[in-house]
């Protein structure tokens, strides 16, 4: 009977926790959906209303905001995607003097915390002339330790016979790694994809440093500069201007949720 | 008339640090010939079959293919065509790409495609399959899928790596007369690894037969079951395996199919029946003295019923005696 009563226990938790974790969102579409008397108040027939987006959307440049975030997440993304590729598969399949060498470097790189060379890192940006530019935001993060090492992992589980019989076939190098390797890491590929979009679309520390103007700062950096305390907090347009910036990530996730579970779990089971 | 070499290997020879996992390989290939690399596991056919392809680079020796020296070209260069033990077929795509990929690979024209597809489709029997995923089908669909693939690539010279070895006995046997119906149909010229006699005694033209590296004869398959060269061959082709009697001055090998048992010959006592159906394998002790016993098998023919201990009568036709000398 014990694990009936652990069963129930752990259910238990698990919707503590989830309704823990939802509370902030719940609370964001109460505030941002009402009037501001109400941001505090819970009224069950309290009146609806937008007014609270059309104040949010004209006080800050969320379109220009946004428009930056996707810029930059999408420069890091590719980026990542065409480097850890190929980093990946030459630390899988190629043979090369120091191989085990550079793996481990990759390897230590995922231990050092990002925010500890922020200081060296926006010298080298100022040397290079980017502070304040997409690109200048997206630079360290060009290519990804993480990546590396998840699509390493995965092109060694792909059978050596598939490869011989590709380049049999004719296939170049970089034409395996496309038409064999690529297609077959899948679903590493999506669930590398969501944590690295999901980092990156709410970063802030670095955004906060590298960014001066409206022409890189991205969503997250604008939305704190919008709600900064010494300006008056009114949550109701904070509410609204919040999900205007998760809004196309919840859409996303939501739409794809089932596709997102199923690829960790493949890409978790190998 | 002599027919046109189509691939020579000569002294093609590869080591892994100490160790010569290929030594010194010799053989040829006629157009249109199927021959069969034989030889127990970890004798090297495999990684012969690879350097031949170009996925293993020799550290001696060349290889040419009508008579041009292909040594240094990479696989994909090569143009040969190869059916993986594995069958190595691409999960992700459909089995008409999988057919297709080398064309494809290679920028053959579209209709051209199309041509070899259909006539191919047709001689291994897969059109209803052509829309499914490899993950979809039998392992003897699967195996002709390779096959489909190697033959669509309409290669000078096919290599054929253990590719019944995975398929149940049943399956074995159907294919293996299948494939080689198909090399003849079609004139192909086959390079075929195996470590099953039975397959290259039924299917190949000749036998490259090794061992250790090396290889220890080159026959068809009759010439390897008449005039073994050494006692690994006499030993190697046939089963039950040759019986080697070990005598003062040679080794003497006949066949367990070879020996009689009879009411005059040699006394022999037997030691235990072991039934087949067809036939049935007698183990029994030969010789006269204690010391100089020797263990010999005999097949015979029905169904056998000696007890234990009893004593037979053996012999056989000199013509079916093989001599060796001791040193070997």
Known sequence: MDSIWFQRVSKFSAYVLAI?????????????????????????????????????????????????????????????LVVCTLAGYALAREEFLGRGFAFALVLTQLMVMPE??????????????????HLGVGLPYLASAFGIFLLRQTFKTVPQELEDAARVEGLSGLGIIWKVFVPLAFPTYLAFSLVSVSYHWNNFLWPLVVTNTEASRPLTVGMAIFGAPESGVDWSVISAGTLIAIGPLLILFLVFQRKFIQSFMHAGIK | MRANRMLKVEGLTRRYGDITVVDDLCFHVNEGEFVALLGPSGCGKSTSLKMIAGLEIPDAGSIELEGKDITQMTPGQRKLAMVFQSYALFPH???????????????????????????????????EHLQKKPGQLSGGQC??????????????????????????????????????????????????????????????????????????????????????????????????????????????????????????????????????????????????????????????????????????????????????????
């Not at chain 2, 579209?110 to 259909?118: G, H, M, T």
């Not at chain 2, 090794?210 to 290889?215: A, F, Q, S």
């Open chain 2, 143 to 328: 195996q002709r899928v390779a096959l489909a693939r190697a033959i669509v690539a309409e290669a000078k010279l096919c290599l054929m790596d253990e590719p019944l070895s995975n398929l149940d006995a049943k399956l074995r046997n159907e294919m293996r007369s299948e494939i080689r119906s198909l090399q003849q149909r079609l004139g192909m010229s086959v390079i075929y690894v195996t470590h099953d006699q039975v397959e290259a005694m039924s299917m190949a033209d000749r036998i490259v037969l090794m061992n250790d590296g090396k290889i220890e004869q080159v026959d068809v398959p009759e010439g390897l079951y008449n005039k073994p060269k050494t006692v690994f061959t006499a030993q190697f082709i046939g089963s039950p395996p040759m019986n080697i009697m070990h005598l003062a001055n040679e080794r003497l090998g006949v066949r367990p199919e070879h020996i009689a048992i009879a009411d005059e010959g040699r006394p022999a006592r037997v030691i235990s029946c072991d039934y087949h159906g067809a036939d049935t394998v007698v183990l029994a002790e030969i010789g006269e003295a204690e010391d100089r016993a020797e263990i010999i098998k005999i097949r015979y023919p029905g169904h056998a019923l000696f007890a234990a201990q009893q004593a037979i009568s053996v012999n056989w036709r000199p013509e079916h005696e093989h001599h060796f000398p001791v040193s070997q």
């Open chain 2, 93 to 127: 795509l459909k089995v008409i790409d999988n057919i297709l990929f080398g064309l494809q690979a290679r920028k053959v024209a579209k209709d051209e495609q199309q041509r070899r597809l259909d006539s191919v489709v047709e001689l291994v029997g897969l059109s």
């Open chain 1, 20 to 80: 823990l974790w939802v509370l902030p969102l719940l609370y964001a579409f109460w505030a941002a959906f009402h009037p501001p008397e109400f941001a505090t108040k819970f009224a069950l027939f309290a009146p609806l209303t937008m007014e609270n987006f059309v104040s949010a959307w004209d006080q800050a440049p969320f379109f220009r905001y946004m428009l930056n975030t996707v810029i930059i997440t999408t420069i890091i993304l590719f980026s990542q």
């Open chain 1, 116 to 133: 500890v060379l922020i200081v060296e890192n926006y010298q080298t940006l100022t040397g290079l002339n980017l502070v304040d530019t």
